[in-house]
T-cell receptor
């Protein structure tokens, strides 16, 4: 059975801090790792990673995949209160099936 | 506007009363899927469909049915709802990229269902 584990489950930081969110996976026929952000509504897409060691970057967010060690990290620098959300990672396996982790709740305090 | 539309957004019903949650997408996506989201359990896949007339079970299919008669629609049917199906439901769709397997889902806004 495919499994995706995220850590920590929650964290609280202050504006301006840098955070690292972790995602490890065991996915049969692994094809890609995706990160989503969920505020009090539907998840929205952040990154898709398919190759090891190639950093994807969007503004203050960046992510990288390690296919040897089966994990990915999502970094957020200079955090803002608008970054407060649940961050989901998901592994794509056979038949394009996504398996999601339980999510990491990030709270950014002013 | 490209979107996934699901209805109803909120529903309170009673045990055993059949209900259908509709899902429609206007992006000509082959792949559609239903998820439920529960506190502490994350998003879990109920059913998915890779194209018209092709559906398959996800991780938690018990108590649910789906159909895919048209490419744009993927309704979720609860034949006899029970309280343990109280949850937040998301429909999602994407292009089916086949070999690449990447599945950048577009999610609907969610349907909050309460079964009393």
């Amino acid at each position: 059975e495919d499994k995706v584990v995220q850590s920590p489950l929650s964290l609280v930081v202050h504006e301006g801090d840098t955070v690292t969110l972790n995602c490890s996976y065991e996915v049969t026929n692994f094809r890609s790792l995706l990160w989503y952000k969920q505020e009090k509504k539907a998840p929205t897409f952040l990154f898709m990673l398919t190759s090891s060691g190639i950093e994807k970057k969007s503004g203050r967010l960046s992510s990288i995949l390690d296919k040897k060690e089966l994990f990915s990290i999502l970094n957020i620098t200079a955090t803002q209160t608008g970054d407060s959300a649940v961050y989901l990672c998901a592994g794509t396996g056979a038949n394009s099936k996504l398996t999601f982790g339980k999510g990491i709740t990030l709270s950014v305090r002013p | 506007e490209a979107q996934v539309t699901q209805n109803p957004r909120y529903l309170i019903t009673v045990t055993g009363k059949k209900l259908t949650v509709t899902c429609s997408q206007n992006m000509n996506h082959e792949y559609m899927s239903w998820y439920r989201q529960d506190p502490g359990l994350g998003l879990r896949q109920i059913y998915y469909s890779m194209n018209v007339e092709v559906t398959d079970k996800g991780d938690v299919p018990e108590g649910y049915k789906v159909s895919r008669k048209e490419k744009r629609n993927f309704p979720l049917i609860l034949e006899s709802p029970s309280p343990n199906q109280t949850s937040l439901y998301f429909c999602a769709s994407s292009y089916f990229t086949g070999q690449a397997g990447a599945n950048v889902l577009t999610f609907g806004a969610g349907s909050r269902l309460t079964v009393l």
